[in-house]
């Protein structure tokens, strides 16, 4: 009989590729992950993982497995929230994890509405930018993700449901003397040559300014980076270069020293969206979050 626990960890050694790193995850050793490993091969009678100079791989036996580990954590998933359905009271704790934005603005008021209306759900906040609270999430270390769309999120990743929640377009600012500052919008084109400011590379907004760029014909020269917009805009209004920033983020931020203008044309958006792990999105606790969420963002 093949324990559910130890088709978690052979999960979590595919996403992370090392012992150490899927053990760090899962706040286990480093040994007991290697243990519960050998009795997983031990139960299935195969060897499932190969260890090499750069981490972990899974044989050809181990990717059969996990295409069934999938659906099995996903079933499990159901069925504990049939069995909390059950019992339900809907009382608990559940864990969610959100970039600060997407905190301010659909988490916290998220909050609010819970008071109103679940006031046995109590939520737990963390602050994880988007690309970190996926991983998070298949790891079990948090119950709901607030994340943003990004070049190679696992958008189609059969393991987890999707909730959109919102979209926003970001906005171009430039200094106040730039020459461009007295334009009603800025073209992208005609930044291509600028010193640029922008999050750092894997946080998805870093994605969407230069998929941006990209659009309008050049690569940006993204000479400063921080994943803080406030330092972004403080870095612009120190003419030390131009930037793309979500409309939200600039909302009570003080922009002496540089002016705020839309996108000439299409301009780019970040999609945010709130993800569970499949199975997971009825759980009596869950639900009613999820619910929330979407009332915040809809407001």
Known sequence: MIEARR?????AVADHRTVTAAAAALYLTPSAVSQQLTALEQETGHRLVERGAKGVRLTPAGEILLSHTNAVLAQLERAEAELAAYSSGAAGTVTVASFATGIALVVAPAVAHLARTSPGIRLRVLDAEGDASLPMLLDRQIDVAVAVEYRGAPADDPRLAHVPLYAEPFDAVVPVGHRLAGADVVPLAELAKDTWIGPYPGNPCHDVVVLACESAGFQPRLDHSSDDFRAVVALA???????????????????????????????????????????????????????ALGAAAGE
Do not use: K, W
């Open 237 to 291: 209004s120190a003419d030390a270069g131009v930037a793309l920033v979500p409309r939200s983020a600039l909302r009570g931020m003080d922009l002496t020293g540089v002016v705020v203008r839309p996108v000439d044309g299409v301009a780019p958006t970040r999609r945010v969206f709130a993800a569970v792990r499949r199975g997971a999105e009825e759980h009596p606790l869950i639900s009613p979050v999820l619910d």
């Open 7 to 11: 088709l978690h960890i052979l999960r």
